[in-house]
Protein backbone atom coordinates (compact mmCIF):
# COMPACT_ATOMS: atom_id res chain seq x y z
CA UNK A 1 0.00 0.00 0.00
CA UNK A 2 2.57 2.27 0.78
CA UNK A 3 4.95 1.76 -2.25
CA UNK A 4 1.85 2.40 -3.92
CA UNK A 5 1.18 5.36 -2.45
CA UNK A 6 5.21 6.55 -2.98
CA UNK A 7 4.30 5.97 -7.18
CA UNK A 8 1.55 7.68 -7.06
CA UNK A 9 3.03 10.34 -5.39
CA UNK A 10 6.28 10.30 -7.68
CA UNK A 11 4.55 10.46 -10.73
CA UNK A 12 2.13 13.37 -9.81
CA UNK A 13 5.99 15.23 -9.14
CA UNK A 14 7.15 14.26 -12.51
CA UNK A 15 4.08 15.26 -13.84
CA UNK A 16 4.35 18.64 -12.30
CA UNK A 17 7.80 18.90 -13.20
CA UNK A 18 7.22 18.86 -16.53
CA UNK A 19 4.41 21.25 -16.62
CA UNK A 20 6.54 23.72 -15.40
CA UNK A 21 9.20 22.97 -17.73
CA UNK A 22 6.72 23.07 -20.51
CA UNK A 23 5.47 26.61 -19.39
CA UNK A 24 8.62 28.13 -18.89
CA UNK A 25 9.17 31.12 -20.98
CA UNK A 26 11.09 29.75 -24.04
CA UNK A 27 14.41 30.43 -25.12
CA UNK A 28 15.94 32.21 -28.12
CA UNK A 29 16.89 29.04 -30.56
CA UNK A 30 16.64 30.83 -33.75
CA UNK A 31 19.96 33.66 -33.14
CA UNK A 32 17.37 36.78 -33.45
CA UNK A 33 19.42 38.37 -30.69
CA UNK A 34 22.25 37.89 -32.97
CA UNK A 35 20.51 39.13 -36.21
CA UNK A 36 21.31 42.57 -37.00
CA UNK A 37 17.99 43.10 -38.91
CA UNK A 38 18.60 47.08 -39.70
CA UNK A 39 21.70 45.80 -41.54
CA UNK A 40 20.17 43.55 -43.70
CA UNK A 41 17.14 45.37 -44.33
CA UNK A 42 19.20 48.34 -45.27
CA UNK A 43 21.53 45.69 -47.67
CA UNK A 44 18.41 44.17 -49.09
CA UNK A 45 19.61 41.07 -48.26
CA UNK A 46 16.58 39.07 -46.20
CA UNK A 47 14.35 36.13 -46.46
CA UNK A 48 10.53 37.31 -45.11
CA UNK A 49 9.45 33.35 -43.80
CA UNK A 50 5.51 33.77 -43.36
CA UNK A 51 4.02 31.65 -40.62
CA UNK A 52 0.21 33.01 -41.03
CA UNK A 53 -1.58 34.75 -43.34
CA UNK A 54 -4.66 36.99 -43.19
CA UNK A 55 -6.73 37.41 -46.23
CA UNK A 56 -9.42 40.84 -46.03
CA UNK A 57 -12.29 39.55 -44.45
CA UNK A 58 -11.14 35.84 -43.39
CA UNK A 59 -9.54 33.86 -40.65
CA UNK A 60 -6.43 33.51 -40.07
CA UNK A 61 -4.65 30.50 -41.65
CA UNK A 62 -1.25 28.67 -41.04
CA UNK A 63 1.49 28.84 -43.54
CA UNK A 64 3.84 25.81 -44.00
CA UNK A 65 7.91 27.25 -43.90
CA UNK A 66 8.16 26.30 -48.08
CA UNK A 67 7.06 30.00 -48.79
CA UNK A 68 8.90 32.97 -48.91
CA UNK A 69 9.71 36.69 -49.96
CA UNK A 70 13.24 37.26 -50.86
CA UNK A 71 15.02 40.53 -51.41
CA UNK A 72 18.14 40.28 -52.94
CA UNK A 73 20.09 43.45 -53.59
CA UNK A 74 18.67 43.70 -57.00
CA UNK A 75 16.15 41.33 -57.25
CA UNK A 76 12.52 40.75 -55.61
CA UNK A 77 10.89 36.92 -55.29
CA UNK A 78 7.89 36.14 -54.14
CA UNK A 79 6.39 32.81 -53.70
CA UNK A 80 3.43 33.45 -50.93
CA UNK A 81 0.22 31.63 -51.08
CA UNK A 82 -2.46 33.82 -51.53
CA UNK A 83 -6.47 33.29 -49.91
CA UNK A 84 -8.79 36.10 -50.87
CA UNK A 85 -11.31 37.40 -53.37
CA UNK A 86 -9.51 37.97 -56.99
CA UNK A 87 -11.61 40.27 -59.13
CA UNK A 88 -10.44 38.68 -62.42
CA UNK A 89 -8.91 35.48 -62.82
CA UNK A 90 -5.18 35.36 -64.06
CA UNK A 91 -4.18 33.70 -67.16
CA UNK A 92 -2.32 31.29 -66.19
CA UNK A 93 -4.31 28.91 -63.28
CA UNK A 94 -1.01 28.06 -62.20
CA UNK A 95 0.06 31.80 -60.85
CA UNK A 96 -2.87 32.05 -58.74
CA UNK A 97 -0.64 32.80 -55.44
CA UNK A 98 1.96 36.19 -54.59
CA UNK A 99 4.15 34.35 -56.91
CA UNK A 100 6.69 36.28 -58.81
CA UNK A 101 10.25 37.33 -59.78
CA UNK A 102 11.53 40.98 -60.72
CA UNK A 103 14.30 43.41 -60.63
CA UNK A 104 12.48 47.01 -61.33
CA UNK A 105 10.84 47.47 -58.20
CA UNK A 106 10.88 50.92 -55.90
CA UNK A 107 12.43 50.51 -52.38
CA UNK A 108 12.17 52.37 -49.41
CA UNK A 109 13.17 52.24 -45.53
CA UNK A 110 11.38 54.64 -43.16
CA UNK A 111 11.55 53.95 -39.13
CA UNK A 112 8.38 53.18 -37.67
CA UNK A 113 6.78 52.53 -34.20
CA UNK A 114 8.01 50.76 -31.39
CA UNK A 115 11.38 50.10 -32.68
CA UNK A 116 10.24 48.93 -35.87
CA UNK A 117 11.44 49.33 -39.66
CA UNK A 118 9.02 49.61 -42.11
CA UNK A 119 9.81 48.68 -45.59
CA UNK A 120 8.06 49.38 -48.93
CA UNK A 121 8.18 47.91 -52.15
CA UNK A 122 6.68 48.85 -55.59
CA UNK A 123 6.99 46.43 -58.17
CA UNK A 124 6.65 47.88 -61.81
CA UNK A 125 6.72 44.32 -63.36
CA UNK A 126 5.65 41.21 -63.28
CA UNK A 127 3.10 40.77 -60.64
CA UNK A 128 -0.33 42.03 -59.58
CA UNK A 129 1.07 43.40 -56.28
CA UNK A 130 1.00 47.36 -56.46
CA UNK A 131 2.54 47.95 -52.99
CA UNK A 132 4.15 45.73 -50.21
CA UNK A 133 4.74 46.72 -46.99
CA UNK A 134 7.12 44.65 -44.33
CA UNK A 135 6.67 45.97 -41.00
CA UNK A 136 10.37 44.62 -39.12
CA UNK A 137 10.87 44.65 -35.71
CA UNK A 138 14.40 44.16 -34.14
CA UNK A 139 13.69 40.74 -32.85
CA UNK A 140 13.31 38.97 -36.25
CA UNK A 141 9.62 39.30 -36.28
CA UNK A 142 8.10 40.72 -39.27
CA UNK A 143 4.11 41.34 -40.62
CA UNK A 144 3.98 41.82 -44.29
CA UNK A 145 0.78 43.86 -45.80
CA UNK A 146 0.38 43.50 -49.81
CA UNK A 147 -1.80 45.66 -51.75
CA UNK A 148 -3.11 44.43 -55.40
CA UNK A 149 -4.84 45.98 -58.61
CA UNK A 150 -7.40 43.14 -59.03
CA UNK A 151 -6.92 41.08 -55.41
CA UNK A 152 -8.57 41.65 -51.66
CA UNK A 153 -5.24 42.27 -49.52
CA UNK A 154 -3.68 39.99 -47.69
CA UNK A 155 -1.26 39.98 -44.51
CA UNK A 156 1.39 37.70 -43.54
CA UNK A 157 3.26 37.06 -40.06
CA UNK A 158 6.56 35.69 -39.82
CA UNK A 159 10.25 36.37 -39.07
CA UNK A 160 13.29 38.12 -41.45
CA UNK A 161 16.31 36.01 -41.65
CA UNK A 162 19.49 36.54 -43.17
CA UNK A 163 19.24 35.69 -47.05
CA UNK A 164 19.16 31.99 -48.11
Sequence with gaps: MKSLQLLRNGAFGLSLMATALACSAPQNTTGAADLN???LLERKAFVFIPQTMSPTGGRTRQVTPDFFFRVSGDTVQSYLPYAGRSYNAPMDPTRGG???NTTQFGYQVSKGKKEATNITIEPRSGTEARQITLQVFPNGNA???AVFNNRQSISYNG???ARR
Design 37 to 39: TGE
Design 98 to 100: MDF
Design 143 to 145: SLQ
Design 159 to 161: RIQ
